[in-house]
């Protein structure tokens, strides 16, 4: 059972790495309100942080999960 719980871990992470390289990237390719790159130039400008994403994210994650 740990053993099933550990690989179910793992790919549970690997989603969030596909999640996250789709957020910065490949959602971005043809988006044309929030285009490539804009993310990081919000960050590079301090408008938004990389703390901020990650409390937006945390809420939304537990807004569904608690539904």
């Given at each position: ?10 790919i ?46 945390a ?9």
């Amino acid at each position: 059972m740990e053993d099933s719980n550990e690989e179910l871990k793992e790919i549970i992470e690997g989603t969030i790495s596909d999640l996250v390289s789709g957020f910065l990237y490949y959602d971005r390719k043809e988006d044309e309100e929030l285009p490539r790159g804009e993310i990081e130039r919000l960050l590079d400008e301090g408008v938004i942080t990389a703390e901020w994403i990650v409390e937006k994210f945390a809420e939304k994650l537990r807004e569904y999960l608690s539904a």
